[in-house]
């Protein structure tokens, strides 16, 4: 499994970007791919104070509901 982080799609981007973990590793880019190994290890890192958690919100898209 893995973890997309497509900054476009974030809707907090430019609100949290500049206390966001890719921003501080590696600038912000438009799109990323970790992989579970790597996402566990950022959230160690940030856990631990050394980096800022990953900020990335997606928006929800909600269920379709068919009228009767």
Do not use: K, N, Y
């Amino acid at each position: 499994m893995t973890t997309r982080i497509d900054c476009d799609t974030c809707v907090v981007r430019g609100l949290a970007c500049g206390d966001c973990v890719v921003t501080v590793l590696l600038g912000p880019p438009p799109e990323l791919t970790f992989d579970d190994d790597a996402c566990r290890a950022l959230d160690v890192l940030a856990a631990g104070g050394l980096v800022p958690p990953l900020r990335l919100v997606q928006a929800v898209v909600p269920p379709e509901i068919e009228s009767a």
